[in-house]
């Protein structure tokens, strides 16, 4: 079965440093989107990404988060100047067109923890 | 400010028992809705969607029913399993079919199957 798969499964990184963290979706998906879930709480969504720009962006998306396709097949997240509070584990998912059971499928997950 | 959220956040069950997880929304405009299993340090993983012009739809041991009078969804697994125990999920679109298929989560209920 088709996976999404991110990398790597945990990062530690010190506050104020830059993190990218990597996808690949599933390779005739069309849309692609981060989500991040803090311990404890509920899936949140980040950014959803179609047409190699982004289609909508939540306020916790701000200016020190940035996507990029740099490739077919690579997706990544890259937030600029980490704080404490982005520690959460950051979820890839993607999907194709279509109704019902078109497969809106995640990855594993990265840990990342900010120190 | 609409969401979608649950009733019980915890369910303990025998097993072999049917299990019951429900899900209520507020966004009268929610037109797809998908439960989601999450196992710890897990993504989400997909288990059963509905569209809003249906009431009813089974899976393999699953029921998703969704009451759209009163905003109410909810997930029916049958004879349930140890490996069912997870964080379940329901999330919702409010227009699935446009350019963005952003999911909004419910908090999760814990289900234990107790052997």
């Known amino acids: 079965e088709p996976e999404v798969t991110q990398t790597p499964s945990h990062q530690v990184t010190q506050m104020g440093q830059e993190v990218i963290l990597r996808c690949v979706p599933i390779s005739n998906h069309l849309y692609f989107y981060w989500y991040r879930q803090i311990l404890g709480q509920k899936v949140e969504f980040l950014v959803s990404f179609y047409n190699n720009e982004i289609s909508e962006k939540s306020e916790i998306f701000d200016d020190q988060f940035s996507v990029e396709r740099p490739d077919g097949s690579n997706f990544t997240l890259k937030i600029r100047s980490t704080k404490l509070e982005d520690s959460a584990m950051y979820f890839c998912?993607?999907?194709?067109?279509?109704?019902?059971?078109?497969?809106?499928?995640f990855g594993s997950g990265t840990r990342l923890t900010v120190v | 400010g609409e969401s979608v959220g649950l009733h019980l956040p915890t369910l303990s069950v025998q097993e072999g028992d049917n299990s019951i997880i429900n899900c209520a929304y507020s966004?009268?405009?929610?037109?797809?809705f998908i439960w989601y299993k999450q196992e710890s340090g897990k993504g989400p993983q997909f288990i059963i969607d509905i569209r809003s012009n249906m009431d009813k739809r089974q899976g393999q041991r699953v029921t998703v029913l969704l009451n759209k009078t009163v905003k109410h969804l909810s997930l029916q697994i049958a004879a349930t399993q140890p490996g069912d125990s997870a964080v379940y999920f329901c999330?919702?679109?409010?227009?699935?079919?446009?350019?963005?298929?952003?999911?909004?989560f419910g908090k999760g209920t814990l289900l234990t199957v107790n052997p």
């Open positions: 966004n009268s405009a929610s037109d797809y």
């Open positions: 998912a993607s999907t194709g067109r279509g109704p019902l059971g078109y497969g809106y499928t």
């Open positions: 999330a919702e679109n409010p227009s699935w079919g446009g350019s963005n298929y952003k999911l909004t």
